[in-house]
């Protein structure tokens, strides 16, 4: 995933040794709102590039989702189609 971000953008991933990103809530199972890790949201987390992916929840966008009825999704694709089909969001 790592690569693909950096691809996309251009930049050489060899040129960094870690990755650092906010602290942030996402969407559960459950719907509610969690920090993803146990410290205060905005705080600064600082990845190894090797593990980087293991720091997903690789459900999110599953979780976004269920929670979208069909008209929310009808305008959604209205805006986003061309995006959410260049990033492969979109299987059909």
Sequence with gaps: MLNKIYGYADLDLNMVNKIRLPNKKVIT???????????????VMWYDKENFDQYFQPDINENQIKRLNEAQKQIILL??????????????
């Design 79 to 92: 805006h986003a189609n061309k995006t959410l089909k260049y990033f492969n969001y979109l299987t059909n």
């Design 29 to 43: 199972k459950k719907g509610t709102h969690e920090a993803v890790h146990d410290k205060q949201i905005g705080d």
